[in-house]
């Protein structure tokens, strides 16, 4: 355990003295009671401190095994983001999804500048499989953000989800005919359904032969 005491010593009444969190720490306290003090988002506990008045007299103030630093958030955090959480709901209102929004559509997000943005462009485009990059809290794992601004980034930001929209296109590749359609579906209930669906006919087909892609024989001008 660390120092820090006040000058009467720890073991006289009214002394202080500071120690990180251990399972011996939570051996002496009565885990029964109920806090006063309220857990708003996962990354509360980055960091954290905590007071206590022991039964002697003494107050100690224990420190948050969960740091800020980096090196140690990249082990840990992908468990408390995927473990733990403060919302008592079957599912979250939409986000915006950093891993696939624009880059207009980053930029529009509070605090983001040009240059925090175009690094995670950068960054998510770079094919890795690190399971930090399936939760929010990535950019703070990799530097781009201060734990300060991820609490305020990460109640409208996400790095997954739910819903999708899609646009199916049917065609003749050796003719003009053509179906389009649009559909949102919400898969965060079984089965998934659609809660959304319109056509689009009437936009035209809306992409080029080489984006919906040609079969081969088509190619060689042997069928439709």
């Not at 003009?176 to 359904?193: G, M, Q, T, W, Y």
């Amino acid at each position: 355990s660390g120092g820090g005491g006040g000058s009467g010593g720890s073991g006289q009444p009214g002394a202080e003295r500071t120690e990180p969190w251990s399972s011996a720490a939570a051996s002496r306290l009565d885990l029964t009671q109920t806090s006063s003090n309220k857990i708003g988002r996962i990354l509360d506990l980055i960091d954290a401190r905590i007071s206590v008045q022991l039964e002697n007299g003494e107050s100690t103030t224990y420190l948050s095994p969960f740091t800020s630093s980096p090196m140690q958030m990249a082990t840990y955090l992908t468990i408390l983001m995927d473990k733990l959480t403060t919302f008592d709901a079957p599912f979250l209102p939409g986000r915006i999804n950093i891993n696939e929004a624009p880059r207009h559509i980053l930029l529009g997000i509070p605090g983001m500048t040009e240059e925090i943005v175009d690094e995670m462009i950068k960054i998510r485009s770079d094919g890795s499989d690190d399971i930090n990059r399936k939760f929010e809290t990535w950019p703070m794992v990799e530097g781009l953000v201060p734990l300060d601004q991820m609490k305020t980034l990460s109640a409208i930001v996400t790095a997954g989800g739910d819903v999708y929209s899609s646009q199916v296109v049917g065609y003749y590749e050796n003719g003009s005919s053509f179906s389009r359609i649009e559909a949102v579906i919400d898969a965060s209930e079984s089965p998934p359904k659609i809660i959304a669906y319109r056509r689009l006919d009437h936009l035209g087909r809306g992409f080029s032969a080489n984006v919906l892609g040609q079969r081969t024989m088509a190619l060689l001008g042997m069928g439709q």
